[in-house]
């Protein structure tokens, strides 16, 4: 079993707010993902990284913005949360070189009054 | 029972039966195909891979097949269960320059006890 952890798994904040969505891997992974997932959706990758210091925007134009100062620490942010931001976000890495598989978390929910 | 992806989002199929999920990709320079299982509330699992070398590769009661003629994927899964009920997902690499994973619509299958 993959260990990628997120929290927090539940999220409820209103308009306005400034949010961090955190994500770990104890894997060792270079490389690290956020995807936004609506229920029951496909899931459209908004942010990744190849490695420490490295991050990248993905297919899905995204408010948020990402860091990567540690390889196994890959958070996501929000300025100011709004309505529109209501999803799931899910994180996950994976080890080029090997496969492609990524290795997700669990996802955290965000709802934003 | 069998869907068509895209056209046919959701299967429900009597436990016990196999099930087929399709799944259609888009470019022809994909290289490697990947399927997901997705329970309620939890990030996605990996089922099964398939490089594009490979027409056939089997796991547990699973078993994915490559057309690369007419792009197209599907997962079997033989003798559905009930923990076989999710949201299934293929993804392809593009075999850009990111090797990212580009993920299609699920399938959201049911097992009728």
């Known amino acids: 079993e993959a260990d990628i952890y997120q929290t927090p798994r539940y999220l409820v904040i209103g308009t306005g707010k400034k949010i961090t969505l955190e994500c770990s891997q104890t894997?060792?992974?270079?490389?690290m993902y956020w995807y936004q997932q609506d229920p029951g959706m496909e899931l459209h990758l908004i942010h990744y990284?190849?490695?420490?210091?490295?991050?990248e925007k993905g297919d899905l134009s995204s408010e948020s913005t990402v860091s990567r100062i540690r390889t196994e620490h890959f958070p996501l942010t929000l300025e100011s949360a709004r309505p529109s931001h209501t999803s799931q976000y899910l994180c996950?890495?994976?080890?080029?070189?090997?496969?492609?598989?990524?290795?997700f978390g669990p996802g955290t929910r965000l709802t934003v009054l | 029972g069998e869907s068509v992806g895209l056209h046919l989002p959701t299967l429900s199929v009597q436990e016990g039966d196999n099930s087929i999920i399709n799944c259609a990709y888009s470019?022809?320079?994909?290289?490697?195909f990947i399927w997901y299982k997705q329970e309620s509330g939890k990030g996605p699992q990996f089922i099964i891979d398939?490089?594009?070398?490979?027409d056939k590769r089997q796991g547990q009661r699973v078993t994915v097949l490559l057309n690369k003629t007419v792009k197209h994927l599907s997962l079997q899964i033989a003798a559905t269960q009930p923990g076989d009920s999710a949201v299934y997902f293929c993804?392809?690499?593009?075999?850009?320059?990111?090797?990212?994973?580009?993920f299609g619509t699920g399938t959201r299958l049911t097992v009728i006890p």
């Open positions: 398939i490089r594009s070398n490979m």
């Open positions: 990284s190849y490695g420490v210091n490295s991050t």
């Open positions: 894997m060792g992974h270079d490389k």
């Open positions: 996950a890495s994976s080890e080029p070189g090997q496969t492609y598989e990524q290795f």
């Open positions: 993804a392809e690499n593009r075999a850009t320059g990111a090797n990212n994973l580009f």
């Open positions: 470019n022809s320079a994909s290289d490697y």
